[in-house]
């Protein structure tokens, strides 16, 4: 979906190396997501974010770290990659002006994280 | 045991076949059910999204929620072979967080 966008879209790196992605949305939402996806797991939260001023720990937090620099921008760090953080990852958003109860999330295409 | 369970296929059906995908979750808390569509090398994209218990059809997708059994479905009448993806469903509840299954992999035969 071009209306979020994540860069790189594949990334090679060492262990033990600070690698960050990030992702930037024009839909106008508030809510933003980070996900990953591994094979037969599906997707797991990362981390969310209801504004700029709010960031929360989903599921599988531990390794990583997010910055909400705007309404429309949301990075994702790995301070010291590992590789079993190789994996697909995916950003989101979520409109909650107009879904109210509703959590209908946008994704964007995805960065192929390999860490070797 | 996972919240949401979903068989990951792979599934393969000629074209013009009816297809069915399932899922099964535990949270009795969960009300509103998801189905993305994810083709290979993109993001998932939103196919249908439903509410409580019933059906709700759109086109050739009929997605369908059984509360009591705590069972959602998703089916593909005269499927085509551009329906081949990956299908996820997702669900929440009140706290909005969504619970993804881990994805059927479909491939629809010309």
């Keep these: 979906d071009a209306d979020v966008t994540q860069t790189p879209r594949n990334r090679i790196t060492k262990t033990g190396k600070r690698i960050m992605l990030e992702c930037s949305q024009t839909k106008g939402h508030d809510r933003m997501y980070w996900y990953r996806q591994d094979p037969g797991l599906g997707l797991r939260l990362i981390y969310y974010s209801f504004d700029v001023k709010d960031i929360n720990k989903g599921e599988i937090s531990d390794g990583y770290s997010v910055s909400r620099q705007a309404q429309a921008k949301f990075s994702l760090s790995l301070e010291s990659a590992i590789p079993n953080q190789t994996a697909l990852y995916f950003c989101a958003t979520s409109d909650s002006q107009s879904q109210g109860a509703k959590n209908i999330q946008y994704f964007g295409a995805g960065t192929r994280l390999s860490v070797l | ?110």
Excluded at chain 2, 12 to 27: D, F, H, K, Q, R
Excluded at chain 2, 90 to 96: D, P, T
Aim: charged fraction near 20%; aromatic fraction near 12%; include cysteine.
């Design chain 2, 1 to 110: 045991q996972k919240e949401v369970e979903q068989d990951p296929g792979p599934l393969s059906v000629p074209e013009g076949a009816i297809v069915s995908l399932n899922c099964t979750y535990s949270n009795s808390a969960f009300q509103y059910f998801m189905w993305y569509r994810q083709y290979s090398r993109k993001g998932p994209e939103l196919l249908m999204y439903t509410y409580s218990s019933g059906n709700k059809e759109d086109g050739r997708f009929t997605a369908q929620v059984d509360k009591s059994s705590k069972y959602i479905s998703l089916f593909i009448r005269d499927s085509q072979p551009s329906d081949s993806a990956t299908y996820l469903c997702a669900m929440h509840g009140s706290a909005r967080q969504l619970t993804f299954g881990s994805g059927t992999q479909l491939t629809v035969l010309p």
